[in-house]
């Protein structure tokens, strides 16, 4: 069970990593805006610190919302966390790791190759890949981080019969890459 203090600092995460991702903020540009240190700002992204009332008061006034939206739990449903079931984006999720997904049903519709990276139901099992559209615009590639995966390539008006899209992948909470070597599951 999480203390209070561990749970505050992981709404608070969620809330800005949320409003980061909104606003198509990354954490440099909270460091030259807000002249605040790259690791303070990690170190909030990541829930392992919580800000001082002033620094969430001036996070609010940076993305024009009140300072309750960063401090207090989200009740919207366009969000949720999933737990890695595979290592098939070793080293970026593991088994266990948390990432948080945009509710979808379909790819971005954006004109580059690569469409993101997505939770995805494929063969009745829910798995994250990377998806990419081939050069010939012929069939789309599924693409794990981890070798030990095979590249699945499925053509491209039978995608939506061959899995089914779950979300797109906003923020990983890799905590196998803080594991001692040999800790690691191996699935």
């Not at 098939?88 to 379909?106: H, R, S, T």
Request: hydrophobic share 35%; charged share 25%.
């Amino acid at each position: 069970m999480l203390s209070k203090d561990d749970t505050y600092r992981k709404i608070f995460a969620s809330n800005l990593n949320y409003y980061m991702q909104i606003n198509s903020k990354i954490q440099d540009d909270l460091v030259r805006d807000l002249g605040l240190k790259s690791s303070t700002i990690s170190s909030w992204c990541n829930g392992q610190k919580l800000p001082r009332m002033d620094k969430i008061s001036l996070l609010a006034d940076y993305f024009g919302i009140h300072f309750s939206k960063l401090i207090e739990q989200r009740t919207d449903n366009n969000y949720f966390e999933f737990i890695s079931e595979d290592d098939a984006m070793f080293p970026l999720l593991d088994v266990g790791d948390i990432a948080l997904i945009y509710k979808q049903n379909e790819l971005d519709n954006i004109l580059t190759p690569n469409k993101g990276t997505y939770l995805i139901k494929l063969s009745g099992k829910n798995t994250i890949r990377k998806i990419e559209l081939s050069e010939d615009k012929t069939f789309y590639a599924l693409t794990a981080m981890n070798a030990y995966y095979k590249v699945i390539n499925i053509p491209k008006d039978e995608l939506y019969n061959e899995i089914q899209i779950l979300g797109k992948v906003v923020k990983a909470e890799n905590k196998s890459a803080f594991k001692q070597k040999g800790e690691r599951n191996n699935g």
